[in-house]
């Protein structure tokens, strides 16, 4: 089935419904699954309801003593949207507004708001619609990168006397991120219309998302800010109010300043002609890399190999270099201009979602721990892949260990799906070993392989409706799933009663990260292997936990562990017993994470219903009474689940619903 994706669009008018609906088609949603998005009516920016400290840079009084400006003379403005983009180096999308080195301050606007929009509740950094709000520490890691990059902001200059937007011109501020709370549709368009109120020439700049959910709600962010703008109505005669949207980035990778550019459109007809916004993606290795991927792609659908999907990478080219850090960063306007001046849009602490915790059932080791923001990202890439360049060169995934006691690979998944590193920056520090190094491994083993599954993930997962269910999902078996809460949640609490399954899903819990084996090993045990239950809740369980939960990466995983998609070889299963003897015979990892089992013989740790009651007792552990009896018999129900399995495969085959 063909899918047509345009990624971008130049100089469309928004004059009337048809129009609209075409954005949002173009730009948010492939065809096939496209829907009309309806707008209400918008309300008033959210925020922190923390009073301003005196400290603060952003005083009332020096906000109110700056005079508003005339519509002739008023700044042009920049709103830079923070999203998954959270670092200063090769950041085309923030270097669009703030000037390189060489170029520090000149083509850029007057002004510059640096923005993160915060949802709280249950919408807390959600990445699917309907999905779970963020666990601890996904949460952590984000707070302390905004919090890294706010200083950052913070700490750049402003641009020089003599750039044409040189501090003092226009009334701005210090700058920093200003973390804006609620739906970003309500608080982006309150935050454009009482820029543009003011008489400004207003441009949303920001990383675009792969996930097809934050898509949609891109589009129904734009959507808004023109609502609130007062678009002409159907009918009015009236000049044609149109909004300008471009790509950023460049199809060859330059990281060019494309605000020199941007240049209002259409007829004048008020606050409209004040708005434009740019959209990148770059968050693969390709600068609009999918609708690449895809224009290459057979019939315009992502390929069903990896094999298949390298292909069409190699013929792109070489991995463009990295952009240049932003040098300087032009003043922000004052608060009371577009929010609240009696609010001070601080980064929330962790104290705020979370109550105290006691700490961990063990004390986690330096690789165990994942702090956020760029400067960790860059210290673990030098200390993981520059200064262990002959580990590097030679790694290959399979042959990393599930349950090793510290981080068994680079651990730099958090940093790359976050942005506090950059994609290719790591694809290019990975070349410079390889070129040291002439045998190193190759794809799809090697980390250069790691970072091309992920760009195959993505591909995957943009180009396909429905990716993150199963029904109405096109790639997707229709696997006829039980439904039992009482195994999901011993699943997920780690009542079990296979200490390997328990260990893992502890240790998922307590640090939000596991190894990819591991993560193999449970998914396969919910799924398939064991309990048969659905893929689709397991995924919004990793979507919780995992601090480098990633919407298309997490449902491509879960898809080709539970077979039912990408990978059709449902006989191969994961044992809870005999694959993690392969690497940690002495169950060291178990008593790591399960403390009760530390004096639990060897001979017994992975099956402790097989010592004799004695032994339990003079350990500690008695199954049944102090840790649970196995829930299902794996060597049974592994095999009367690969029947069901081939049952689903053949009804597949065969086009009919099991």
């Not at 760029?374 to 030098?382: G, I, N, P, Q, W």
């Amino acid at each position: 089935m063909k899918l047509t994706l345009p990624s971008y669009m130049l100089l469309v008018s928004l004059h009337s419904p048809a129009a609209a609906a075409f954005v949002l088609r173009a730009t948010v949603l492939p065809s096939r699954v496209f829907r009309r998005l309806s707008i209400v009516p918008s309300v008033a920016v959210m925020s922190s309801n923390r009073k301003r400290s005196r400290s603060s840079a952003l005083s009332t009084k020096a906000e109110n003593g700056v005079p508003p400006p005339s519509v002739s003379s008023a700044p042009s403005i920049a709103i830079y949207w923070f999203r998954n983009a959270l670092r200063l180096h090769d950041n085309p999308s923030l270097l669009s507004v703030c000037g390189g080195s060489g170029d520090c301050g000149n083509g850029v606007p007057d002004l510059v708001l640096p923005v993160y929009v915060w949802e709280d509740g249950d919408r807390r950094l959600v990445q699917t619609d309907g999905g779970p709000a963020a666990g601890r520490h996904r949460t952590a890691f984000v707070l302390e990168s905004l919090s890294e990059i706010s200083k950052k902001i913070s700490d750049l200059p402003v641009p020089p006397s003599g750039s044409t937007a040189a501090t003092g011109q226009h009334g701005g501020v210090g700058s920093r991120v200003f973390v804006l709370r609620g739906d970003p549709r309500d608080v982006l368009a309150e935050t454009v219309k009482n820029l543009v109120s003011r008489g400004s020439k207003v441009h949303l700049v920001y990383e675009c998302e792969v996930a097809a959910p934050q898509r949609t709600r891109d589009g129904e962010v734009i959507m808004r800010i023109r609502d609130e703008l007062g678009r002409v109505a159907d009918g009015n005669k009236g000049g044609d109010a149109a909004v300008e949207g471009v790509s950023g980035g460049g199809v060859d990778g330059s990281c060019k300043n494309p605000y020199k550019k941007v240049k209002p459109v259409g007829k004048k007809s008020g606050a409209l002609d004040l708005f434009t916004y740019q959209r990148f993606e770059t968050h693969g290795l390709h600068a609009d890399g999918m609708e690449r991927y895809l224009a290459r792609s057979k019939g315009g659908a992502a390929p069903g190999t990896y094999g298949s999907f390298r292909k069409i990478f190699d013929a792109l080219g070489p991995v463009p270099p990295c952009c240049g850090e932003a040098a300087c960063i032009p003043p922000a306007p004052p608060v009371g201009w577009w929010g609240d001046a009696g609010m001070t849009y601080d980064v929330p602490g962790l104290e705020e979602f979370f109550s105290a915790k006691a700490g961990t059932v063990v004390k986690l080791s330096p690789g165990e721990y994942f702090p956020g923001g760029e400067d960790e990202a860059l210290r673990r890439l030098t200390k993981t892949v520059t200064k262990r360049s002959s580990w590097a060169a030679s790694f290959e995934k399979p042959k990393t260990s599930p349950n090793a006691l510290d981080c068994d690979t680079t651990g730099l998944s958090p940093y790359v799906k976050h942005g506090c590193l950059s994609p290719r920056k790591f694809y290019h520090a990975l070349s410079a070993v390889y070129a040291k190094h002439s045998k190193h491994s190759q794809p799809p083993v090697s980390l250069h392989g790691q970072l091309l599954w992920r760009e195959y993930n993505y591909l995957t997962g943009y180009a396909t409706p429905l990716f993150d269910k199963m029904e109405g999902n096109p790639v997707a078996r229709n696997i006829p799933w039980d439904s039992d809460e009482e195994f999901l949640e011993a699943w997920r609490s780690s009542r079990t009663g296979y200490p390997f399954i328990d260990a893992l899903m502890t240790q998922l819990r307590e640090t939000g990260w596991l190894h990819h084996l591991g993560r193999h090993a449970v998914a396969c045990f919910l799924t398939r292997g064991d309990l048969w239950q659905s893929w689709v809740e397991g995924a919004e369980v990793f979507e919780e936990y995992l601090i480098d939960a990633d919407w298309a990466i997490n449902n491509f995983n879960w898809q080709w562990l539970s077979c039912t998609a990408h990978f059709h070889q449902f006989f191969r299963c994961y044992s809870p017993v005999a694959f993690p003897k392969k690497t940690d015979k002495k169950g060291d990892y178990i008593r790591k994470w399960l403390p009760q089992f530390r004096d639990f013989p060897a001979r017994y740790i992975y099956e402790p219903w097989e010592a004799p009651l004695e032994v339990q007792k003079k350990a500690g552990v008695v199954v049944g009474v102090n840790y649970p009896k196995p829930i299902v018999d794996h060597k049974k129900i592994s095999k009367e689940n690969m029947g069901r399995m081939k049952l689903a495969f053949d009804a597949h085959k065969a086009g009919n619903a099991v």
